[in-house]
Structures are given as structure tokens and as C-alpha cells.
């Protein structure tokens, strides 16, 4: 593997999610593997999972870590060819990335969406300069329209937990009162695609998500009947797509509670963390027994260990 932007940079989910469970056994059995090797980590919006379980993969692998708040700390950079910086952008992003590049073998970078500029969020601004111009490995650690280290956590879960052969999976939209990216949940269905189970997405008119992201994925908007013999529920606020960045409705009758649960199989309840209380899902859900979303951030550690294992195995 080159680099991992996408879910479908693995090449097969099942035996990556089977390999990451071998390294949750013995996390310490590849600490030779990155010995001498250096990752950056580069941050430009907030964090607490990603960077703690990213820098904490890489040290069971061996790494040294650099982590670089660059949202706060970096120069603002430029990403348009032939540019006139006579603004606030004080540094191309061709120098940065390659000046980048000299100090480590791998480059992450949280990039989130702007939430603006439809067009630069889909045309991945940020990761797609950093592949072109870095000339090393990239690594995704959430960008404009993709999470695919949450993603692959995600499955690692579903994998421990699955009782029935083919669960029933449910990706539920909730209120938020500010307006979030797709990236979760883009990610969080691509990774569905891969799997062997009935997927459901449901969310009100108007929240549709890219349907070059969906494709043929079932749509329910009727939220209680998408509910029905769920095993897990995943839930996850998103802004409009099509209305890009607006938030049309924060209806409260979307909010997880425990009456709904009551219409699941026992469900289990997944989200990505951080998650606004009594907004999304009632204390009374995410402090139930099912509610799995710590076991989900653990195993963001085993998604980014594996993902660096595979890069550093590519390369040398
Ligand atoms: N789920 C997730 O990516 O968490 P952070 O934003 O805290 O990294």
C-alpha cells in the first residue's frame, strides 16, 4: 500500500480487520518494523482520538512521532498553481510538502472540510497536494470527504461484537445545531459496501448524502422503520450535500433514544466520538450497556497500526 486516503486503499477489508485483531493480541509484535522511521502528523483542525491513537500506533510500531498543530502553528499555505501571494498565504504548498517530506517516511493530515467551496472540498485540496508534491507516503486522518481510519475502526468493532451471520446495520443521521462534514460518514459507507450485511442509511429529506458515495445503498427516510431488527446502529450528524454545508433542520424527533433502541435487535450503538448529548443520543442510550463508542475508540489505535504496517511494509 502506497498511501491510504480511502477505505478501498486496503484491498481487502475482511483480512485487514483479521490482521488488526492479531495486533490488538501482542500491539508490541512489529516494534522493530518502524525503528528509524519518523511520521509527521499534521493537524490542521482540532483532535483528541485521531492524534492520541495515531501517535500511539506508531510508537507500538516503533516510529518516532512529530506532530505539528498546523491549522495554529504553520504558515497558511496556497494550493492554487501560479498563484499571485500577495495575500495572507504565506507559503505554497509545494515547498511545505516537500520540505515536509525531508524530516519523516510518512505524512498524515487532518484536513477537515470547508463546508464552502463544494468544488475544493471534493477535489481533496489539501491530501491530493501533499500526494502530488510530498513524494512520500499520505495518510488520511480525516480530509474533506473521507475518515477511513474511523471507518476501518468502525468494522473492527462490528467484527467483535457481530453475533448474527449477516447483521442488519443502520447509518442513522441526528441533530446537530452546527453544520458538520460527510467525511464519517462517506467513509463509514464506503466501508459497508465492503461488507457482508443488510445496510440501511436513513436521514430526513434533504440530507442525502454524494450519491457517487451511496450508489445503490438502501435510503429509508421513515428513521423508527430503519430501526427494526438493527444489530448495530451507527449514528452521525451531517450537513446538507446537495444545499452544501447548510444545516435545514436540527429536528429533535431524529434524537437517539431508548425507545427507538426497543424497535432494534438488541442493537448495538456506535458513534465516532465526540458526541453532543442529549442532542444526538439521550445519557441514557450511550450510557447503556450496548452503547459500544469506547470500544469504538480503542480500536482506532489497531486501525492505525495496521494501515502504518502496511505502508511501512511497502516500502522498506
Ligand atoms: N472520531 C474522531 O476522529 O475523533 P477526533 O476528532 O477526536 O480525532
Known amino acids: 500500500m502506497i498511501h491510504f486516503t480511502n477505505i478501498n486503499d486496503l484491498g481487502n477489508l ?59 502553528e504553520g504558515w497558511e499555505l496556497e494550493y492554487e498553481d501560479g498563484a499571485v501571494m500577495n495575500g495572507s498565504k504565506s507559503e505554497h504548498v509545494k515547498e511545505a510538502a516537500k ?9 498524515a493530515i487532518r484536513a477537515f472540510a470547508s463546508l464552502t467551496d463544494k468544488e475544493k472540498d471534493q477535489a481533496e485540496i489539501v491530501i491530493s497536494s501533499f500526494k502530488k508534491y510530498a513524494g512520500i507516503p499520505v495518510v488520511n486522518m480525516e480530509s474533506a470527504t473521507g475518515h477511513p481510519l474511523q471507518a476501518l475502526a468502525d468494522a473492527i468493532t462490528m467484527e467483535e461484537f457481530k453475533t448474527a451471520h449477516k447483521p442488519k446495520v443502520v447509518l442513522s443521521w441526528a441533530p446537530h445545531p452546527k453544520a458538520l462534514p ?21 436521514h430526513p429529506e434533504g440530507y442525502e448524502l454524494d450519491p457517487d458515495i451511496t450508489k445503490n445503498s438502501t435510503i429509508e427516510h421513515n428513521q423508527e422503520k430503519a430501526f427494526e431488527n438493527a444489530d448495530f446502529v ?83
Open 14 to 72: 475482511q483480512k485487514a480487520v483479521q490482521e488488526a485483531l492479531e495486533i490488538k493480541k501482542n500491539p508490541m509484535q512489529n516494534k522493530a518494523l518502524g525503528e528509524g522511521k519518523t511520521i509527521c502528523m499534521l493537524f490542521f483542525n482540532n483532535s483528541l482520538r485521531t492524534r492520541l491513537s495515531t501517535q500511539k500506533a506508531a510508537q507500538n510500531l516503533g516510529m518516532n512521532v512529530i506532530v505539528m498543530n498546523f491549522g495554529s
Open 99 to 107: 520540505v515536509i517530506a525531508q524530516y519523516c517516511d510518512i505524512v
Open 182 to 202: 460527510h467525511a464519517v460518514a462517506n467513509s463509514f459507507v464506503e466501508m459497508m459496501q465492503l461488507q457482508d450485511a443488510d445496510f440501511v442509511i436513513t
Open 234 to 316: 451507527y449514528v452521525k450528524n451531517w450537513s446538507s450535500f446537495k444545499d452544501y454545508g447548510r444545516v435545514m433542520n436540527s429536528d429533535s424527533a431524529w434524537t437517539i433514544t431508548a425507545e427507538k433502541m426497543q424497535l432494534t435487535n438488541n442493537a448495538k450503538f456506535m458513534h465516532c466520538l465526540p458526541v453532543r448529548r442529549n442532542v444526538i443520543v439521550t445519557d441514557e442510550v450511550i450510557d447503556s450497556e450496548n452503547s459500544i463508542v469506547i470500544q469504538q475508540a480503542n480500536n482506532r489505535t489497531y486501525s492505525a497500526q495496521i494501515v502504518l504496517k502496511k505502508i511501512l511494509e511497502s516500502h522498506g
